[in-house]
């Protein structure tokens, strides 16, 4: 696998609190220049990243981040407003107090909800799998997958552990077919991010990805 194809998984992704639009700018340029699946950037940033680099970069953003527990009504209205300002994907994080309650019909509906809200835009469902138990996370497939989302994804980064080899094969095992899956925090080694891609992840989320990879790009790592 060569260093290019995985940038092309990678959502190149700077979500600080503390992220200036300098670095903003340095990101894009990076996405541009090595052809990453995406940047992922937080809301403040869409419209000002989207109206100096247009449709030539693919922006995703976060909705409910990292925490989860804004109103489904919040939600929609937040990720109705990235669309608008130009993101072509928004990774949601779900409502984890409603998981650790055991409502997950709840949780299907808000996805459905913010999923028609962004029309043929991506949804990207965040399940934050370190503060679950196998139960919750199987149940948490079947959610993404009964409200057609388009990936299941691990974390955030801003939880108390990031994505597992085990998690992954626990979601090949119990979502749906046309639910593609996204690993996410604590990945930080070219190793890793292969493993993961052939594990079946479509998507990873990395900040170290570029500079991990840039001098590879035409080589096998």
Known sequence: ?????????????????TTTWAQIQEL???AIQYHTASICIPACYVASVHKKYGDSINICTVIGFPLGYDSKAAKIKAAA?????????VDMVINITAAKNGRFEKITEEIRAIKEAIGDNILKVIIETCYLDEKEKIQLCQCVTKAQADYIKTSTGFGTAGATHDDIKLFKENIGPEVKIKAAGGIRTIEDMKQYLNEGCDRIGASAAVNLLKGKLNEEV
């Open 81 to 89: 407003q990235a669309v608008a300002d130009g993101a072509k994907e």
């Open 1 to 17: 696998m060569k260093g290019s194809e995985i940038l092309s998984h990678v959502d190149h992704t700077l979500l600080k609190p």
């Open 28 to 30: 894009c340029e990076e």
